[in-house]
């Protein structure tokens, strides 16, 4: 009996002289779960898009249970038992929870719609998912994190004995993440197999049986979870060059007595409860706790998206309170939010004019924009933050994850701010662009301005944080200096204590 549930062998792929991807292979065993992980632009999604038919492969051989297989469209994966989770919804918002889950799949009785069956089916589903939702209901109308669930119960409806799972937990909370984890060791009890794709290196650790790594198209390293340390699994995703990006380096001589920013008593209903803090010219500062334990909220409050009932912010020795996101960005205080694509980006729009919105007072001659210097910020920016893309006319969704959050910290960046706030920063970016990013972090701070990192990363928090704050049911009870957390156990200790 063939052991693996798919094999690719030499799949090589060219998008004109570039060559995408070299020579690759890849097992699948059956009944397991197989980290595929990289940076951007390392295959993995050329490589995922060619096994399931929305692109060809210009030579190789894709197995299927041991026997050659044509994958011309994506029907033809689907024939023969392979499903993509997008990772980002390939919903449709206007039809409901059932319609979506059985779209071009329809339950039917001598040609008639089975609509009681497929939403007993859908009950069924969202049941073993945890979700408790009415199948009736439009997807427009629900959290982006059930969604995602959504799309994995569409997987399930067809039986899927193949399932390839795209960053699956980059819009989840704590509780869906350990829901899917569970449903994972479900499938593969069934005998389904699972490919999963995700820049969070703790998930793979915990729940992936074999580990492969592309870097540049090549496959540069295969090996069993567990022969994996996070140490060398880094090294092998961006070379041992980059690794130093996540080992904290002490910060001290940078840090100035001076304070920039002091907050007290925050308060915001439930949500915040005398939230008092301070942040020095220099300092990185880490929040650290669970979903809204008002890490988030903190940052929200201080940057007028939500008005707080009580509390007084002072920044460079005078009390102010933002009414309005316009107000903190004149005063110098921006936000990198936790959802870039929602919030923190236009995506139909190009690089150049998502580039441009927060920098308008300085581009604007009269009522029109100057395009040479929107030109040049926009040139700049990239040039800078090595932002990886075709032009500055490309569209922001052509851009991978990690290019377009460099995007929205550029953006912000160049309205010069003295206090950077970033909510999940690293969310669903592969660790190259991470190390880029913590990088870029450390010389903002270096400047004598201020930061508040907010990541449910420890050890992203451990490595770029001067000091962190332990926040619970919206309140701060703790404070540890980077000298005290010596490993990750420490810090998830007082989160969770």
């Given at each position: 009996?063939?052991?693996?549930?798919?094999s690719?062998?030499e799949?090589?792929?060219?998008?004109?002289?570039?060559?995408?991807?070299?020579?690759?292979?890849?097992?699948?065993?059956k009944?397991?779960?197989?980290?595929?992980?990289?940076g951007?632009?390392?295959?993995?999604?050329?490589?995922?898009?060619?096994?399931?038919?929305?692109?060809?492969?210009?030579?190789?051989?894709?197995?299927?249970d041991?026997?050659?297989?044509?994958?011309?469209?994506?029907?033809?994966a689907?024939?023969?038992?392979?499903?993509?989770?997008?990772?980002?919804?390939?919903?449709?918002?206007?039809?409901?929870?059932?319609?979506?889950?059985?779209?071009?799949?329809?339950?039917?009785?001598?040609?008639?719609?089975?609509?009681?069956?497929?939403?007993?089916?859908?009950?069924?589903?969202?049941?073993?998912?945890?979700?408790?939702?009415?199948?009736?209901?439009?997807?427009?109308?629900?959290?982006?994190?059930?969604?995602?669930?959504?799309?994995?119960?569409?997987?399930?409806?067809?039986?899927?004995?193949?399932?390839?799972?795209?960053?699956?937990?980059?819009?989840?909370?704590?509780?869906?993440?350990?829901?899917?984890?569970?449903?994972?060791?479900?499938?593969?009890?069934?005998?389904?197999?699972?490919?999963?794709?995700?820049?969070?290196?703790?998930?793979?650790?915990?729940?992936?049986?074999?580990?492969?790594?592309?870097?540049?198209?090549?496959?540069?390293?295969?090996?069993?979870?567990?022969?994996?340390?996070?140490?060398?699994?880094i090294?092998?995703?961006?070379?041992?060059?980059?690794?130093?990006?996540?080992?904290?380096?002490?910060r001290?001589?940078q840090?100035?007595?001076e304070?920039?920013?002091?907050?007290r008593?925050?308060?915001?209903?439930?949500?915040?409860?005398?939230?008092?803090?301070?942040?020095r010219?220099?300092?990185i500062?880490?929040?650290?706790?669970?979903?809204?334990?008002?890490?988030?909220?903190?940052?929200?409050?201080?940057?007028?998206?939500q008005?707080?009932?009580?509390?007084?912010?002072?920044?460079?020795?005078?009390?102010?309170?933002f009414?309005?996101?316009?107000?903190?960005?004149?005063?110098?205080?921006?936000?990198?939010p936790?959802?870039?694509?929602?919030?923190?980006?236009?995506?139909?729009h190009?690089?150049?004019?998502?580039?441009?919105?927060?920098?308008?007072?300085?581009?604007?001659?009269g009522?029109?924009?100057?395009?040479?210097?929107?030109?040049?910020?926009?040139?700049?920016?990239?040039?800078?933050?090595?932002?990886?893309?075709?032009?500055?006319q490309?569209?922001m969704?052509?851009?991978s994850g990690?290019?377009?959050?460099?995007?929205?910290?550029?953006?912000w960046?160049?309205?010069?701010p003295?206090?950077?706030?970033?909510?999940?920063?690293?969310?669903?970016?592969?660790?190259?662009?991470?190390?880029?990013?913590?990088?870029?972090?450390?010389?903002?701070?270096?400047?004598?301005?201020?930061?508040?990192?907010v990541?449910?990363?420890?050890?992203?928090?451990?490595?770029?944080?001067d000091r962190?704050?332990?926040?619970?049911?919206?309140?701060?009870?703790?404070e540890?200096?980077?000298?005290?957390?010596?490993?990750?156990?420490?810090?998830?200790?007082?989160?969770?204590?």
């Open positions: 009996m063939e052991e693996n549930a798919i690719l062998k799949i090589s792929k060219s998008f004109g002289t570039v060559k995408v991807l070299d020579n690759v292979d890849f097992d699948l065993k009944g397991s779960v197989h980290a595929l992980v990289g951007n632009g390392a295959g993995k999604s050329t490589l995922m898009k060619i096994l399931t038919g929305v692109y060809s492969h210009d030579q190789g051989t894709i197995l299927v041991g026997k050659p297989a044509e994958m011309k469209t994506y029907s033809d689907v024939n023969k038992g392979i499903s993509l989770i997008f990772q980002e919804l390939s919903l449709i918002p206007t039809l409901s929870i059932v319609e979506n889950i059985f779209l071009n799949r329809e339950l039917s009785r001598f040609r008639v719609l089975s609509k009681a069956k497929m939403r007993t089916r859908s009950l069924e589903l969202l049941a073993e998912l945890g979700i408790s939702a009415d199948p009736s209901m439009l997807i427009k109308d629900l959290d982006v994190g059930v969604c995602q669930m959504i799309e994995i119960a569409k997987a399930m409806a067809v039986n899927a004995r193949v399932i390839i799972m795209d960053e699956p937990t980059a819009s989840l909370t704590e509780k869906e993440t350990e829901t899917l984890f569970g449903l994972v060791g479900q499938l593969k009890k069934k005998g389904v197999s699972i490919i999963y794709i995700s820049h969070r290196m703790n998930e793979v650790f915990k729940i992936c049986d074999e580990i492969s790594v592309l870097r540049n198209g090549k496959v540069v390293a295969h090996r069993k979870t567990a022969d994996y340390t996070l140490e060398t699994l090294g092998d995703i961006i070379g041992n060059k980059e690794r130093k990006a996540f080992v904290h380096t002490s001290e001589d840090i100035s007595d304070t920039l920013l002091e907050v008593n925050l308060s915001m209903g439930l949500r915040l409860q005398d939230v008092s803090f301070r942040l010219r220099g300092e500062l880490g929040f650290a706790g669970l979903m809204a334990s008002g890490r988030t909220e903190t940052l929200e409050a201080l940057f007028g998206v008005p707080s009932d009580s509390g007084t912010v002072i920044l460079e020795g005078t009390p102010r309170r009414r309005s996101v316009q107000e903190a960005i004149r005063a110098g205080v921006v936000l990198i936790e959802d870039r694509r929602r919030e923190g980006l236009v995506l139909e190009s690089v150049l004019e998502n580039l441009c919105l927060p920098n308008l007072n300085g581009l604007m001659r009522f029109k924009l100057n395009r040479r210097l929107a030109g040049e910020l926009a040139s700049d920016s990239v040039d800078e933050f090595k932002v990886k893309t075709p032009s500055v490309t569209v969704e052509d851009l990690g290019n377009q959050q460099k995007v929205v910290i550029a953006k960046l160049k309205t010069k003295k206090v950077l706030m970033m909510d999940e920063p690293t969310a669903g970016i592969d660790i190259g662009a991470k190390a880029e990013i913590m990088q870029l972090v450390r010389d903002f701070a270096s400047k004598k301005n201020g930061v508040i990192f990541s449910s990363e420890l050890t992203e928090l451990m490595a770029v944080c962190v704050l332990i926040f619970q049911k919206g309140r701060i009870v703790g540890m200096l980077a000298s005290q957390i010596q490993d990750e156990e420490v810090l998830q200790h007082a989160i969770q204590h």
